[in-house]
């Protein structure tokens, strides 16, 4: 069975995800990253994360064997960020607030989390790369994240956390 790349699109929009910037650091050192919802929790023993990485996007050399990221967890006034670094071709840190974290790249002021990884290994994964991230340290507060369901984000009910 065959089915069309926009069709796919539609069908996976209805798996409703958090939402996550990837941070990272380029070549010379320079904090980079991108908005991603393909992120899960692999392993607990040990703690590994996996995360899709486009291999088009413009990062995409950032993510190699023993290099470092960091999946921050968006909160629900995050939306603004999370395009951001969705869009390519801009300073996506102009005027935001971070600092670097135990691994070098960047924890974002308001986020709802983060785990801090180095990669251990690199699959094909079609039009993505399978990265796969031992965490070095972890933290979360907060319970209103922000969701992407069907292509808009969303919201929790103010009454269901
Ligand atoms: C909600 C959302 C989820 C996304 N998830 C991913 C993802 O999991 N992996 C990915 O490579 N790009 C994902 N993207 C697209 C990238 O954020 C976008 O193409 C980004 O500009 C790529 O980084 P670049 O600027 O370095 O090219 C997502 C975008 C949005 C809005």
């Known amino acids: 069975m065959s089915i069309e790349p926009q069709e796919l699109r539609r069908v996976m929009g209805h798996f409703a995800t958090g939402v996550t910037v990837i941070t990272t650091k380029d070549k010379d ?9 393909a992120f899960m929790s692999l392993s607990l023993n040990p703690p590994l994360v996996v995360i ?11 993510f190699e064997p023993q290099s470092m990221f960091t999946v921050n967890f968006l909160s629900e006034d995050q939306e603004e960020v999370s395009r951001r670094f969705a869009t390519k ?3 996506k840190f102009a005027g ?29 994964g079609g039009d993505h790369t399978i990265v796969v991230g031992e965490i ?8 209103r ?15 269901s956390v």
């Open 89 to 91: 071709g801009i300073d």
């Open 52 to 62: 899709g990485v486009d291999k088009a996007a413009q990062c995409y050399s950032c």
């Open 96 to 124: 935001l607030q971070w600092h670097a974290g135990r691994n070098g790249a960047a924890i974002l002021d308001g986020a709802l989390g983060y785990v801090e990884c180095k990669i251990t290994q690199c699959h094909d």
């Open 29 to 37: 050192g320079a904090p980079n990253g991108l908005t991603a919802n």
């Open 145 to 159: 994240p922000l969701i992407f369901f069907k292509g808009k984000y969303q919201r929790m009910p103010a009454s």
């Open 136 to 143: 070095v340290d972890a933290k979360a507060s907060g319970d």
